[in-house]
């Protein structure tokens, strides 16, 4: 990971790369019970410098604290409006319910904990449109960190341009 993008996590701030990339920072999160599935762990980002793109690609970097990363992540747009004091309400539009879309992403493991997860390009531009309201992941037998410490708060590297 660059030094620029190392920098920007630490200080927590979107910061547009160049025309065609965008890091996008978490703003809030949750974590609520899937039935007969589990804990899901949820998170908001801040889309604003993706608005109105096209999404060519979009990669989720989490830091896992303990356990093992998971092949493919089971991953879901949130379509219901949710705050810090009360991620419960997250379940009603997530996996498969009230128009969520729920995908299992591929994970990779990359050095000092991190991982990446590659996203649809729908999920993002489902966030940049206002249509969802943050991702939200089964955690498993893995535990990943939230917003606490800064310096590995979760975060979105998207690529792409400027719907025509």
């Known amino acids: 990971m660059s030094v620029v993008l190392r920098l920007a996590t630490l200080f927590g701030f979107a910061l547009t790369l160049s025309a065609a990339s965008a890091l996008i920072e978490s703003r809030a999160e949750g974590r609520f019970s899937v039935p007969e599935r589990g804990e899901a762990m949820l998170i908001d980002f801040r889309p604003d410098s993706i608005r109105n793109w096209k999404i060519s690609q979009a990669r989720l970097y989490l830091f896992l604290t303990s356990g093992k990363a998971p092949e493919k992540l089971p991953l879901s747009t949130v379509t219901v409006n949710w705050t810090e004091e009360n991620p419960t ?37 489902a966030l940049a449109a206002g249509k969802s309201f943050g991702l939200a992941w089964l955690t498993g037998p893995s ?22």
């Open 143 to 164: 535990r990943i960190n939230g917003r606490s410490p800064v310096f590995r708060q979760p975060y979105i590297l998207a690529e792409g341009a400027p719907a025509k």
């Open 89 to 125: 309400e997250a379940a009603k539009g997530a996996f498969g319910k009230l128009g969520s879309t729920e995908e299992h992403c591929p994970v990779k493991q990359l050095p000092q904990g991190w991982i990446e997860v590659q996203l649809p390009p729908t999920f993002l531009e």
